[in-house]
């Protein structure tokens, strides 16, 4: 059976347990995966592409040796160690991490075919805001994360994480209003 394909679901043998994944099942699960690594960091972090490239890289490298025995997604799986790697990457940034360049430069943007002038004036947006706000906006609405685990993340308390957000959400109303311009 051709491993990744619709029957087999990405699960490992279990006398694979623990191993490395072959060649060929890593370019299956690679070629399926890309887009969506890529695309999470792309979002991320405003369209810095070189940026998310690297990202994506470092998360592949992660994955290569540490298969599960069972992975029910893999591209789940592969969001769950690209939201690790995303996560360590602001950890390393410090207590004020930059989440993506305060300025977007129209030249560099990377933006992908299918995204939509909306997804790319909001990312722009987003892109201009102050660092604490670009993260939190980022764990709570575009991971999903509640706000007590994004106030976990920020080393604050939930009240306080709740002001950052409100204040968040109208600066990027107003950072939005602004890419019109543009």
């Known amino acids: 059976m051709a491993p ?3 029957d ?3 699960v490992a043998p279990r006398d694979r347990v623990g191993e490395a994944l072959d ?3 890593f370019e299956v699960l690679y ?9 999470y960091f792309l979002r991320r972090v405003g369209g810095d592409v070189m940026l998310a490239e690297d990202l994506t890289q470092e998360t592949f490298l992660s994955a290569v040796g540490s298969l599960p025995a069972r992975i029910e997604s893999p591209e789940g799986w592969m969001v769950t160690i690209a939201r690790r790697r ?3 990457y602001l950890r390393q940034r410090g207590r004020s991490p930059l989440v993506v360049p305060m300025r977007v430069d129209s030249v560099e943007r990377g933006w992908p075919p299918d995204w939509s002038e909306l997804e790319q004036r909001v990312t722009v947006a987003l892109s201009r805001l102050d660092p604490s706000y670009q993260l939190a906006l980022v764990l709570h609405h575009v991971d ?3 706000v007590v685990d994004v106030a976990g993340l920020l080393g604050r308390s939930v009240a ?8 968040a ?4 109303r107003a950072a939005f209003e602004e890419t019109a311009d543009d």
């Open 31 to 39: 070629e399926r995966t890309l887009p969506i690594v890529y695309g």
């Open 160 to 167: 306080a994480t709740e002001s950052l957000l409100a204040r």
């Open 8 to 10: 087999y679901w990405g």
């Open 86 to 88: 995303f996560i360590d």
């Open 144 to 146: 999903d994360l509640p």
């Open 169 to 172: 959400r109208r600066s990027l």
């Open 4 to 6: 990744w394909n619709d």
């Open 23 to 25: 060649v060929a099942e």
